[in-house]
């Protein structure tokens, strides 16, 4: 049967996205119109002609059938770009589950309909974690007005003045006293071309003091380079189209390789999309695009308000630019002859989205690629098990680098440290006496150091040492951490929902006055070099550090020029930056996140420490890395020593394919938070039966209820179910029958529910 009814937007990219028009399709054109179609449909009183698009269809009228009126004609002329992001919005709803809406606004930059006259805008300055942190100060001091600012920013960091002084009636005070506290800056509209500006001054050397060599001359690929570039070029001009994976370690050229292969796909009228994880989106790559492609390549990054953002996609949709360079929402540029698509980095996390719909970009990319005619390349030294496993299926082309681009940089010698051994020889310090060693010798030679915790975070969690009572948050299953230990600011901090208190003086249970923090940070590492080697000067990077605008970027050119010894961080240090003249790598303990309960843990932990081994000796001077450890012999830390990438996927792939994870078997998990235990309890109790229900014809293996690793966040209860298969589609329909069920379940509707298919974390 054919649909008969099509639900149509009017007034795409703008809030009005969020409203569609049903329709009747005419026997005329059934058959002629598909998701994504432009039609001509009368609306309005005096049904005027206006254009929609077409974002779903139904065989049920939602009102009254006599009073529908009916699509005039549909445009069969070329495919408008918004036709085909409205068909992967309809994809990505499919694969994923979510609402068309949702899918839409992830596809579609959304213009602000308020626009002040005075062309002022609002934006928040500090980050997200300590807008969290301002709020529940805030509360304490009943600041309502505050706080209804901080969390409108935190949904959208730019927000119209006129959003602030009226929706939100914020007093021109409070306003007044947040940009005191550096809270928050009112500021003229159209501040995304001054951020282009002040990157087009840094090219002039103006900001940028980094001694790496910067020749105007233009770099020629090397014999592999040169092969990647021609296989992926000479399928394009033959008119193959294909998803390509490009295997090189850190240094190896891929960058090049990239920006090759766009200028050349350009060059035949196309547009280029690079994705990069907003973390690895450095200076050093940004200036390289900029000077080969200069004013057409355009930058995105989270900083962006939805109105910039909007802006960016303007400028590609009308040619502006030709290539842009940004974190996975760039992905949805509506370009409208798309060429390519580079991924770089792409085993990384943080393409997957963490809110529905919780797509990934790299399997959005590639369906995006395919229905605009254009390839994908993606990129890493560390492949990601999936993107591996399909290249070695036949599915992806494999593309290799071997060794680095610049001759004279040696890959780094590694060596592994037994912190049990250490114990044993009685070494408590956190740095083992090779490494202190190996420390000692480097600032003797005036080379640097950079030590690396793989964890975010501070210090661990805060403990009785005499009965062990951890502190925990009242409102969320997780310890405290501590901030700013041994000064005056000194506070117990919830990571989840900002909660803080004082650190108490004595233990609740059992009166003792030893409470002290546990684990090691990057504060405590900090402080334990300036201890060990009092003369060093260390800088620090982790997320308290590179809160205020820049921070990240002053800290590293600090460390480029040299005006510091040591720098200490987490995974931020890792990514991407190249530094002639560090020789030693510390990696103070390996095993910090080897043990997360889920089945990413050892492949993120391998990235890591391979990561952090490329960072030694990216100039001339040979390099050293120091691993230290508790389990040496676990594979993941034996083949990252080796920096042997084969060896540790024939491993992962053994283990995954036993215990049925991606590639070999997908994974969904059902995921539901509620305000009362019961209620989210019931309701994953029933959805269980459901699927199981629903599942059985296809073997679909269900996995739970239980309670979420953290159970408990913000007062809201945390439960999850894993449904497992080996095709997706059978995942997919079973998906299908819970969204139907959801909306009409009473209980549901008290709690919310989502889907994630193979997670890359746990619940
Ligand atoms: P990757 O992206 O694989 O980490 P990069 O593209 O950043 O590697 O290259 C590492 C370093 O080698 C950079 O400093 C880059 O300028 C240099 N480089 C890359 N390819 C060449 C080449 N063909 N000739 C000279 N230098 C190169
Ligand atoms: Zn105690
Ligand atoms: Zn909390």
Redesign the pocket.
């Known amino acids: 049967m054919s649909p008969r009814y099509a639900d149509i937007i009017i007034d795409i990219s703008h809030e009005a996205i969020d409203r569609t028009f049903q329709y009747r399709v005419p026997e005329s054109l059934i058959g002629k119109i598909g998701i994504g179609s432009e039609v001509s449909i009368p609306f309005g009183r005096g049904n005027h002609v206006r254009n929609g698009y077409v974002v779903s269809f139904s065989e049920i009228p939602v009102f009254d059938e006599e009073k529908m009126k009916e699509i005039a004609s549909v445009k069969e002329e070329g495919v408008p770009i918004e036709s085909s992001l409205i068909a992967l919005a309809s994809f990505i709803k499919e694969r994923y589950g979510s609402t068309m809406i949702n899918a839409l606004k992830t596809v579609m930059p959304i213009k602000e309909k308020v626009r002040g006259l005075t062309h002022k805008e609002v934006r928040l300055l500090i980050s997200k974690e300590e807008a969290l942190d301002k709020c529940a100060l805030y509360r304490k001091k009943n600041a309502k007005a505050k706080i209804r600012l901080l969390e409108e920013l935190m949904e959208d960091p730019v927000i119209p003045y006129t959003l602030v002084t009226g929706k939100l009636n914020i007093s021109a005070s409070t306003l007044n006293a947040l940009q005191k506290e550096q809270v928050v800056v009112l500021e003229e509209e159209g501040y995304y071309r001054n951020v282009l500006q002040e990157q087009v001054k840094d090219e002039k050397g103006a900001v940028c003091g980094n001694p790496m060599k910067n020749t105007g001359s233009r770099?020629?690929?090397?014999e592999q380079?040169q092969a990647a570039i021609d296989r992926i070029i000479s399928d394009y001009e033959n008119g193959k189209r294909d998803t390509y994976l490009l295997k090189?370690v850190?240094?190896?050229?891929?960058?090049?390789v990239y920006i090759e292969v766009i200028e050349q796909i350009a060059a035949m009228g196309k547009q280029a999309i690079v994705l990069i994880p907003e973390i690895a989106l450095t200076y050093q790559t940004v200036k390289r695009f900029r000077k080969r492609f200069g004013d057409k390549v355009t930058i995105m990054n989270s900083r962006l308000s939805k109105g910039e953002r909007y802006d960016q996609f303007e400028r590609a949709k009308n040619g502006e630019v030709s290539v842009i360079i940004g974190p996975r929402s760039a992905l949805f540029a509506p370009f409208p002859n798309l060429g390519i698509i580079v991924i770089d980095e792409e085993h990384e996390a943080a393409y997957k989205s963490e809110y529905p719909p919780k797509y990934h970009a790299r399997e959005v990319a590639i369906e995006r690629a395919r229905m605009a005619g254009a390839s994908v390349l993606l990129g890493s030294a560390t492949p990601s098990v999936e993107s591996f496993h399909h290249a070695m299926q036949g599915e992806y082309q494999l593309l290799e680098l071997e060794g680095?681009?610049?001759e004279k940089a040696e890959l780094a010698s590694v060596s592994v440290v037994d912190l049990r051994e250490e114990l044993k020889l009685g070494n408590r310090s956190i740095f083992s006496h090779h490494l202190k060693g190996l420390m000692a010798e480097t600032l003797q030679r005036k080379q640097q150091i950079m030590l690396f915790i793989n964890r975010r975070g501070f210090a661990g969690f805060i403990s009785c040492r005499s009965c062990g009572y951890v502190f925990k948050c009242p409102h969320c299953d997780v310890s405290l951490t501590e901030h700013f230990p041994g000064t005056v600011r000194e506070k117990l901090v919830c990571h989840y929902c900002g909660y803080e208190r004082k650190k108490p003086v004595e233990c609740p249970e059992c009166g003792s006055k030893y409470i002290a923090g546990f684990g090691i940070g990057t504060q405590k590492v900090e402080e334990q070099v300036k201890i060990q080697f009092p003369e060093a000067k260390v800088l620090r990077m982790d997320m308290d550090t590179t809160k205020n605008k820049n921070a990240h970027e002053k800290i590293l050119e600090q460390f480029a020029n040299r005006e510091a010894d040591v720098l200490v961080g987490t995974q931020m240090i890792v990514k991407g930056h190249?530094f002639s003249n560090v020789t030693l790598v510390g990696v103070i303990a390996a095993d910090l996140t080897l043990f997360d309960n889920d089945y990413k843990s050892a492949e993120r932990t391998f990235d890591l420490l391979t990561q952090a081994a490329g960072r030694a000796g990216r100039g001339s001077l040979k390099g050293e890395v120091v691993i230290q450890t508790y389990a040496p012999e676990h594979y993941c830390i034996e083949a990252a020593a080796k920096q042997d990438y084969l060896a540790f996927y024939e491993e992962e792939k053994a283990y995954r394919s036993l215990l049925s994870y991606p590639p070999f078997c997908h994974v969904l998990a059902v995921f539901m938070e509620g305000k009362y235990y019961q209620g989210v309890v019931m309701l994953s109790e029933q959805l269980k039966k459901n699927l199981e229900i629903w599942g059985e014809k296809e073997k679909v293996r269900v996995i739970g209820p239980c309670d979420a690793t953290i159970a408990r966040i913000n007062d809201r209860y945390r439960r999850v179910i894993y449904l497992k298969h080996k095709d997706y589609d059978s995942l997919v329909n079973v998906k299908n029958k819970a969204e139907a069920y959801l909306e009409n379940s009473q209980l549901a509707k008290e709690c919310f529910v989502s889907f994630d298919f193979d997670p890359v974390h746990s619940y």
Do not use: H, Y
Request: without cysteine; neutral net charge.
């Open positions: 770099e020629i690929p090397n380079q090189g850190t240094g190896s050229g891929k960058t090049l680095r681009a610049n190249d």
